[in-house]
């Protein structure tokens, strides 16, 4: 059995991130791992919904997905192509705040992925046809999230938490804003959005630093400056938002509280982190524990951090039955209270250790590893090295976990909640549960 020495050694013992930044700002960070053959390539851009304006909301999703649909050089056969005949997996996503561009494939054709992924970033000419079949493709998504309990109460939670504040946007944006998107909102969205300030070009596993800054200087040295992204804090605002759904037979619910953000001070956002993970990261953990272990109350039950340099939050997702649902919400609210009252010493070695090994293990994954920096890089503007990251986590005490689950009992529950009948007693019984 690992002793938290050991795991901290591990951690400490990953190699090293290599960054350099252009003369235009865009940053170039390199993780090599050469005992791997493999490698992620991917370019990181600053941006997402919370960025876009309250009538296009869903852009930078939309314009994620007609990156690849044609460069100034290749049609999107092309672009699919090039990339499965290395074996390369091409993908993207969007955030909140952040979308990625990535490949995945072997060290050697690290250099090849990261021209490809230059190409559809800064070349792409988003044709009027595919802005069309997109569109299509793109609504079908919706009505994929539309469809799903989960993602409907995801996105319920974030309303009740932020209310008509940016952070709360869905990503996709909505079947109206879809509509109405043109490819001159493309245009002008990336030459605002896609600056050297915004980039972080990164490469993980089987690379090599020089080569990656050299190629990285070639694609996109010439990239406008351009200005930082930022944001403005949000406030935590709480409330009930739910939706009847007459096709389900359980109750899908989400339960968010406040927690600090990445900007609030290393200490502080570590012990939000241990205070979810201690609380129902695991299933020791109290909340998986007593109401699935115990009490039989839902097969799916678990707690965790949703963090940025904005906001944070712990949110709480169970899939209950109609008649379980204020038994376990007013077990969720005796658990809660507990925790404020004192904190069990093996419950937060387990939460400090398991937060050591998941760090561990994205060292260990060359894109997770590149991801974790340029997160790092945008919130901070540096690395945090592994030193740094193990001391903070370390350094976490029971006071700080318990003064955390104290600051969330003063605030109201954001509450989401999908189920088939009347959700009229939810808040009450939440009410009663910080009482």
């Given at each position: 059995?690992?002793?938290?020495?050991?795991?901290?050694?591990?951690?400490?013992?990953a190699?090293?991130?290599?960054?350099?930044?252009?003369?235009?700002?865009?940053?170039?960070?390199?993780?090599?791992?050469?005992?791997?053959?493999?490698?992620?390539?991917?370019?990181?851009?600053?941006?997402?919904?919370?960025?876009?304006?309250?009538?296009?909301?869903?852009?930078?999703?939309?314009l994620?997905?007609?990156?690849?649909?044609?460069?100034?050089?290749?049609?999107?056969?092309?672009?699919?192509?090039?990339?499965?005949r290395?074996?390369?997996?091409?993908?993207?996503?969007?955030?909140?705040?952040?979308?990625?561009?990535?490949?995945?494939?072997?060290?050697?054709?690290?250099?090849?992925?990261?021209?490809?992924?230059?190409?559809v970033?800064?070349?792409?000419?988003f044709?009027e046809a595919?802005?069309?079949?997109?569109?299509?493709?793109?609504?079908?998504?919706?009505?994929?999230?539309?469809?799903?309990?989960?993602?409907?109460?995801?996105?319920?939670?974030?309303?009740?938490?932020?209310?008509?504040?940016?952070?709360?946007?869905?990503?996709?944006?909505t079947?109206?804003?879809?509509?109405?998107?043109?490819?001159?909102?493309?245009?002008?969205?990336?030459?605002?959005?896609?600056?050297?300030?915004?980039?972080?070009?990164?490469?993980?596993g089987?690379?090599?630093?020089?080569?990656?800054?050299?190629?990285?200087?070639?694609?996109?040295g010439?990239?406008?400056?351009?200005?930082?992204?930022?944001?403005?804090?949000?406030a935590?605002?709480?409330?009930?938002?739910?939706?009847?759904?007459?096709?389900?037979?359980?109750?899908?619910?989400?339960?968010?509280?406040?927690?600090?953000?990445?900007?609030?001070?290393?200490?502080a956002?570590?012990?939000?982190?241990?205070?979810?993970?201690?609380?129902?990261?695991g299933?020791?953990?109290?909340?998986?524990?007593?109401?699935?272990?115990?009490?039989?109350?839902?097969?799916?039950?678990?707690?965790?951090?949703?963090?940025?340099?904005?906001?944070?939050?712990?949110?709480?997702?169970?899939?209950?039955?109609?008649?379980?649902?204020?038994?376990?919400?007013?077990?969720?609210?005796?658990?809660?209270?507990?925790?404020?009252?004192?904190?069990?010493?093996?419950?937060?070695?387990?939460?400090?250790?398991?937060?050591?090994?998941?760090?561990?293990?994205?060292?260990?994954?060359?894109?997770?590893?590149?991801e974790?920096?340029?997160?790092?890089?945008?919130?901070?503007?540096?690395?945090?090295?592994?030193?740094?990251?193990?001391?903070?986590?370390?350094?976490?005490?029971?006071?700080?976990?318990?003064?955390?689950?104290?600051?969330?009992?003063?605030?109201?529950?954001?509450?989401?909640?999908?189920?088939?009948?009347?959700?009229?007693?939810?808040?009450?019984?939440?009410?009663?549960?910080?009482?």
């Open positions: 059995m690992n002793q938290p020495a050991d795991i901290s050694q591990a951690l400490r013992a190699t090293a991130p290599v960054l350099t930044t252009l003369d235009n700002g865009v940053r170039v960070v390199t993780v090599p791992l050469p005992h791997l053959r493999s490698a992620s390539v991917a370019v990181f851009v600053r941006t997402g919904s919370r960025n876009e304006s309250s009538k296009l909301g869903g852009l930078s999703h939309f994620e997905h007609m990156a690849f649909k044609g460069t100034a050089t290749r049609d999107v056969q092309a672009i699919n192509l090039d990339a499965e290395i074996g390369a997996d091409m993908n993207a996503w969007t955030s909140k705040d952040t979308t990625v561009y990535y490949l995945n494939g072997l060290g050697r054709d690290a250099p090849r992925m990261l021209d490809m992924l230059a190409d970033v800064l070349h792409s000419t044709p595919e802005i069309e079949h997109e569109r299509e493709v793109v609504l079908q998504e919706l009505t994929e999230y539309e469809e799903d309990p989960q993602s409907v109460v995801s996105q319920l939670l974030d309303v009740a938490a932020y209310g008509k504040q940016p952070l709360a946007r869905p990503i996709i944006g079947r109206r804003h879809v509509e109405r998107i043109t490819r001159d909102d493309l245009v002008a969205y990336v030459g605002r959005h896609y600056a050297g300030a915004n980039l972080v070009i990164a490469a993980g089987d690379v090599r630093p020089a080569q990656v800054e050299a190629l990285a200087e070639k694609l996109f010439a990239v406008p400056r351009g200005e930082a992204n930022g944001a403005e804090a949000v935590h605002l709480g409330g009930l938002q739910s939706r009847r759904r007459p096709g389900i037979s359980q109750v899908y619910s989400s339960i968010g509280l406040p927690l600090p953000s990445q900007t609030q001070g290393a200490r956002h570590q012990a939000g982190l241990v205070a979810a993970t201690l609380f129902g990261g299933m020791s953990a109290p909340l998986v524990d007593e109401v699935r272990e115990r009490r039989g109350l839902a097969y799916h039950v678990a707690a965790e951090a949703e963090t940025s340099d904005v906001h944070g939050l712990m949110v709480i997702d169970a899939i209950t039955q109609p008649d379980k649902l204020m038994e376990y919400l007013r077990a969720v609210g005796a658990l809660l209270r507990a925790q404020a009252e004192g904190i069990d010493a093996q419950q937060l070695e387990r939460a400090r250790n398991q937060l050591l090994v998941q760090a561990v293990h994205k060292q260990e994954r060359p894109f997770s590893a590149i974790a920096a340029a997160e790092q890089l945008f919130v901070h503007g540096r690395l945090i090295g592994a030193d740094e990251a193990v001391a903070q986590i370390e350094a976490v005490t029971a006071e700080d976990v318990r003064a955390v689950f104290e600051a969330m009992l003063q605030a109201t529950p954001a509450v989401g909640l999908t189920s088939r009948g009347a959700v009229g007693e939810v808040m009450a019984a939440l009410e009663a549960g910080r009482g």
